[in-house]
């Protein structure tokens, strides 16, 4: 039969709330990142990044927040809206844009109508 | 805007078979790479090539090869296939500043 994947974590928030997804990563010498969000069988999609010389950046509704003393990443996404609904991955660089990046585990965000 | 293409979006073999997966990156973009993402998993970095030479290597099986041509789109061969190799292969691209971007991926299935 199918092989079942790993539970993502979930959070669910109601239509018009704020949400916050949070990412810990491992390697302190990472210094670029990045948050993508991929909706069921579609490739990861961009939606903000950060430098490790800033602590905060802001997009159109979605705010990143950079914490390199306890290695953290959060993702706030404002009045949630039903198409914000997807999985979201933080993801990391050490080095140049010719880089790979290593994903962190992703997190399931449901938006309740 | 030019996205990141890959050729075909579906994809169903046996096992034993061989697949090739294709991936025509951004124009200008000078690195490519390969992803593996099973059913509810993040995605597995495997290979990647920066101008046309391979530069990184990831969790790549050794019944999998990839290359990048001249006109810069790459190709992953994948032989001998197993059940296990079922999932979604996502290209992407870059630039030395940044810019990744993925496409819409290949969603293989080994019966």
Known sequence: GESVGLHLPTLSVQEGDNSIINCAYSNSASDY???????????PQFIIDIRSNMDKRQGQRVTVLLNKTVKHL???IAATQPG???VYFCAEIV???NTPLVFGKGTRLSVIA | AAGVIQSPRHLIKEKRETATLKCYPIPRHDTVYWYQQGPGQDPQFLISFYEKMQSDKGSIPDRFSAQQFSDYHSELNMSSLE???SALYFCASSTRWGGYT???????TVV
């Open chain 1, 95 to 97: 080095g140049s844009g």
């Open chain 2, 102 to 108: 993925f496409g819409s991926g290949t969603r293989l």
């Open chain 1, 74 to 76: 959060s993702l706030q």
């Open chain 1, 84 to 86: 914000d609904s997807a």
């Open chain 2, 83 to 85: 059940l296990g190799d």
């Open chain 1, 33 to 43: 990142f990045i948050w993508y969000k991929q909706e069921s069988g579609k490739g």
